[in-house]
């Protein structure tokens, strides 16, 4: 293994460590990766997380082919490598099956813009993209149809489970995070009753507000 890309090789270790440690993942389930100089950094297919060192991160190219590693790449591959060849603004992409999103895809169904954490952080609803196998880049066409456009930063592909998008790999997993929240209160909230969702002109101020104003 070459010492290409220490930094975000350790990085993206210690992002998975996060991923693992904020219950969104179980065994060796899930993904994320970081684009780099030439492709990107992925984890390695069926590794258990406390496994995983910066030295077992794979380095593809775009087609998803393995450039550097001793391990095989992630089986969602495939769906990384088309995200990063038709969105140029993304840097990172989380995978998971986090429970209560998931549940959402389950049903085909959005998860609504009910509190201001969603128009915060996706800029509305949370959108569910089409049911794709993985094995090739099917799963990556449906992320890029959905997403193209659109202010999420999440998707819930049907029947599946959540894929997220950033400026980099952090980023990707803080909008895991904060689905897999917002689902779970969406959820509590749908079985007290008939949420409403906020209205636009809300959703685009608040929007605005913690994309542009929020924070240091």
Known sequence: MS???????????????????????????????????????IKPSGLMYSELTPESMVYCDFEGKVIDGNHAPSSDTAAHAYVYKNMPEVGGVVHTHSNYASAFAAVNEPIPCILTAIADEFGGDIPVGPFAEIGDDSIGKGIVSTLSGHRSKAVLMAQHGVFTIGKDAKSALKAAVMCEDVAKSAHLALGLGTPQRLPQEAIDRLFNRYQNVYGQ
């Open 3 to 41: 010492n290409n890309f220490a930094q975000e090789r350790k990085l993206l270790a210690d992002l998975h460590t996060q991923l693992f440690e904020a219950g969104l993942v179980v065994w060796s389930g899930g993904n994320i990766s970081q684009r780099v100089d030439g492709g990107f950094l």
